[in-house]
């Protein structure tokens, strides 16, 4: 089946098996490799990516399910090789130790952080619900959370 989606602004025209995961799809074919897979089951939340800017764990999505949809995947959260306000708190907090949640966890966070800019630890532990982290204990991540919210909101202080 033949699909169209625009991945980081970029238009792409397949032909994919029916039964390829958007996960494979972004990996794969477009050998975006920032999206990691991590237990097949939807429980761990490596593989989440924006589709139409919903965090979605595209290892419970077809390909064919994405036709025409816009998708952003860790790779595309960098603007002009500059990091993104969450990026930058991960490596300013020490928000990752081997890093194999962390693109999923951005993805998640860079939605969540869209919705409520101004989340309580509470409200991020929370927003982090669906994903697994073996090594950090998600404190820092939280704080790597808080960083980038008070990030975004200086930067949309109008001048």
Known sequence: MQIRVKVNG?????????RLLLVHYLRD?????????????????????QV?????KSCTLFAVQADGCEITTVEGLSTNGELHALQ?????????????????????????????PNPTEE?????LKGH????????????????AANKLKKEEVPV
């Open 10 to 18: 970029v238009d792409y025209t397949h032909d994919v098996e029916p």
């Open 29 to 49: 074919v477009l050998r975006l490799t920032g999206t990691h897979i991590g237990c097949d089951t939807s429980i761990c939340g490596a593989c989440t990516v």
């Open 52 to 56: 139409d800017g919903n965090a979605t």
């Open 88 to 116: 930058e708190g991960f490596k300013e907090m020490h928000g990752l130790q081997c890093g194999f949640c962390t693109p999923g966890i951005l993805m998640t966070m860079d939605e969540y952080l869209k919705i409520n």
């Open 123 to 127: 409200e991020i532990r929370h927003g």
């Open 132 to 147: 697994l982290c073996r090594c950090t204990g998600y404190q820092n991540i939280v704080k790597s959370v808080q960083y």
